[in-house]
């Protein structure tokens, strides 16, 4: 009984050292924090300075303060709008392809996620990186431009004919969109991995 009550002890040690102190009581100088100065997706910390929600898809979340050592936030917005695009393209490929549509001949009815980039061999995995390249080729400087981060001059025209508030309504979507493809197209990956099934199955 004695071990037990020991082990009990030292875990909750160990655990109030992961709690989060209350900050909507604590005290900066003589300043103390209101609503705003938290974090909207974990409202127990504080928010990072940098992300006051004035760009699409802010909601303070960042755990690991890595806003802090950015001195341009516009790469890491570039990252993630790029990475989230590429995703949502993969998940619906990755469906699309085990529901059966598919371009015609042998070549192209594999379903494995892994197994079909062997089956079409070098010919169209060449022609899909060279795309790839010259996409990144003709945007990257705009990287570390004052632009809109995702602004590759596609479907462009359209977006400008909305109002600001519109404009900012439907960038948050993507990178919301594109958040969740992430997630998906990890979780299909996972899935394929251990348990070497199709998604649909």
Known sequence: MMMKSAILSLLLASASAFAPASQTAQRVGSVSLNAEEMSKSIPFLVRPEKLDGSVPGDMGFDPMRLSDI???LNYARWSEIKHGRICMLAIVGILVQQAGIHFPGDAYT????????????????LQIFLFIGMVEASTFYKHYADGTPGDIGWGTNELTKLDAKEQFKRQ????????????????AIVQTLLFDKPLLG
């Open 70 to 72: 950015q001195t341009d």
């Open 110 to 125: 594999n379903s494995d996620i892994f197994g079909a980039i062997k089956s079409v061999g070098w010919g169209p995995n």
């Open 172 to 187: 948050e979507q993507e990178v919301v969109h594109g958040r969740l493809a992430m997630i998906a197209f990890t979780g």
